[in-house]
């Protein structure tokens, strides 16, 4: 290997290797790298609330006061609000687990996975519109109705 500069050609060509090789690595919106972001996300967030709720479920031993305190901030149309991002977040973790298996053990999974992504799209948003409008009834009728 030789410590002079290289040459024009040379260079030229190292610099459209290396061009290259970064716009291979620029993200273009593909919906599976979005599935993949979203997934690691909902499992994050899903580990979070399970945490805070082996947290506020051992308050029962250690002061159970406390624990019906923090229970009853949980009945606040905010907390509701969460609970249905989370219940949202559960479900599309656990239909994109089920698709991110078919993928890794069904020998046709690679081929058909935008369309399974798209269908737990689907499945996702035909659970979640009623699974909401139920979550979300009875927050609604005591801010609009007073009980």
């Known amino acids: 290997m030789s410590t002079t500069a290289s040459t024009a050609p040379e260079a030229a060509a190292s ?28 499992g994050v967030l899903t580990f979070f ?5 082996v947290l506020d479920t051992a308050l029962v031993r250690v002061s159970p006061n406390t ?3 923090v229970i009853e901030t949980y009945k ?10 989370l219940v949202g977040a559960v479900l599309f973790h656990a239909l994109n687990g089920i698709r991110v298996m078919l993928v890794d053990f ?16 689907v499945v996702w ?15 609604a009728e005591m801010l609009f109705r007073g009980n």
């Open 125 to 139: 948003v035909v659970v979640m519109v009623p699974g909401a409008f139920f979550m979300l009834k009875r927050t």
């Open 49 to 53: 609330f399970l945490f805070v709720h």
């Open 67 to 69: 624990y019906d305190q």
């Open 106 to 121: 069904w020998s046709k999974g690679p081929k058909f996975q935008k369309t399974m992504l798209w269908v737990i799209g």
């Open 15 to 42: 610099d459209r290797a290396g061009a290259s090789r970064r716009q291979g690595t620029f993200y273009r919106g593909d919906p599976g790298m979005w599935s993949w972001v979203l997934h690691r996300i909902t």
């Open 76 to 85: 606040t149309p905010i907390v509701n609000l969460l609970e249905v991002g």
